[in-house]
């Protein structure tokens, strides 16, 4: 059962390292010129999920990004995960102190 990772490659991030093709060669190519490609839809089995989060990680420039990720619950069944709910920030008082550069 897949984890439900998910990857996307932002090709005009690359600058052609070719890490994630040597952690994961069977999710990323490298072009001609050494720029990386996606292989398939992004979708991640879960035997390749470590060598696809290295890549991931390793990737000095970032081009790489999770898109999806899942968890089980408790019954077995797959499920996002859960945000927290956003706070509102509390209301400024005019005389409070504020914390920016001023010339």
Request: hydrophobic fraction near 35%.
């Amino acid at each position: 059962m897949s984890d439900g990772l998910r990857i996307r490659l932002d090709r005009t991030l690359c600058d052609g390292f070719g890490i994630c093709a040597k952690h994961a060669p069977e999710y990323f190519s490298l072009d001609d010129w050494g720029y990386a490609s996606l292989i398939g839809d992004g979708t991640v089995a879960e035997k390749d999920r470590d060598a696809v989060m290295r890549a991931l990680l390793d990737c000095p420039v970032h081009a790489i990004i999770a898109v999806g990720t899942s968890r089980p619950s408790d019954d077995g069944t797959a499920h996002p995960d859960a945000r927290p709910e956003a706070t509102e920030p509390e209301p400024r008082n005019d005389s409070d102190a504020v914390a920016e550069f001023v010339r």
